[in-house]
């Protein structure tokens, strides 16, 4: 049998390494999709250092550029590589407005746009497999996340919190949409929070900002190992076959806020992400 083959986004540090490695080690080959190559080959190292079984490799995808990320569907498919499992894992956190290659603010434009159209783009690939499984890392922030539709894109009363809880907010939707579109498919898709990990969200990378706040609250946090465990789980266990549309902490399904149980408002989401990705005309 072919050994089944994933993609987990964001793989260059933090719980996508941890979790390509995790993947990777149930004799799995992980596609590792990162922005920066640099970084990303650092990575694809220490995780080879850690593999016992399976295998991993880098590919490039910045999941700020729609345009990135149609190229980078492009030649995935026509690649003819199998795809089982999809980790939307990568997220930013920014401190300051900042805006996508697009114009979108970058949380929302990265955590939940970006991931939208890249999984859309490969459905057709995923949905050829026997057991096909999308993990969305969303996180408890989603609870006091909103959805204004009238400022989406937070020109008026930015702050990190509200731009942060509006992205996670928006994966549950997405994730719960997404599994009822794939009903009678091979294909399941599940959210979770990972829990409260010591990750680098959040630090600037230029300016160093955020460091010191980090490594005071360091040991208050899970491990990158630690937070990775509840997205391995949904990727590969078969306790979860057939098991979709659901939210995840700690490898147990766990409640979701009145918002992101709101079915209008996930279709609303849907709407107007297959619009804003130039997918108005095709559907799941």
Not at 233 to 251: C, M, N
Request: neutral net charge.
């Amino acid at each position: 049998m072919n050994r089944k083959v994933a993609i987990v986004t964001g793989a260059n540090s933090g719980m996508g390494l941890a979790t390509s490695v995790a993947i990777a080690n149930q004799d799995i080959h992980v596609i590792m999709l990162c922005r920066n190559e640099e970084r990303g080959k650092e990575a694809l190292k220490k995780a080879e250092q850690q593999l016992t079984k399976g295998s991993v490799e880098l590919q490039l995808c910045d999941l700020a550029s729609l345009e990135n990320i149609r190229s980078y569907a492009k030649r995935f498919i026509e690649s003819e590589q199998q795809l089982d499992i999809f980790v939307a894992n990568a997220g930013v956190v920014s401190t300051k407005r900042q805006e996508t290659a697009d114009g979108y603010e970058s949380m929302l434009g990265v955590n939940h746009l970006g991931h939208f159209l890249l999984i859309q783009l490969l459905l057709e690939k995923i949905k050829e497999s026997s057991d096909g499984r999308i993990v969305i890392v969303s996180s408890g922030a989603h609870k006091w996340g909103k959805l204004d539709f009238d400022n989406l894109q937070l020109h008026s009363g930015f702050n990190v919190m509200k731009g942060y809880g509006q992205s996670k907010l928006a994966n549950v939707l997405f994730a719960r949409k997404l599994a009822k579109e794939l009903i009678g498919t091979n294909v399941t898709v599940n959210a979770l929070h990972p829990g409260a990990v010591a990750t680098n969200l959040g630090v600037n990378r230029d300016t160093g900002f955020g460091k010191a706040i980090h490594r005071v609250l360091k040991p208050f946090f899970l491990t990158p190992e630690q937070g990775s465990k509840t997205a391995v789980y949904l990727a590969t266990s078969s306790e979860l076959d057939g098991v979709t549309g659901e939210y995840f902490i700690k490898e147990q399904q766990a409640p979701i806020s009145k918002r992101a149980a709101d079915d209008e408002l996930a279709l609303k989401l849907w709407d107007w992400s297959m619009e804003e990705t130039g997918l108005t005309k095709s559907r799941v």
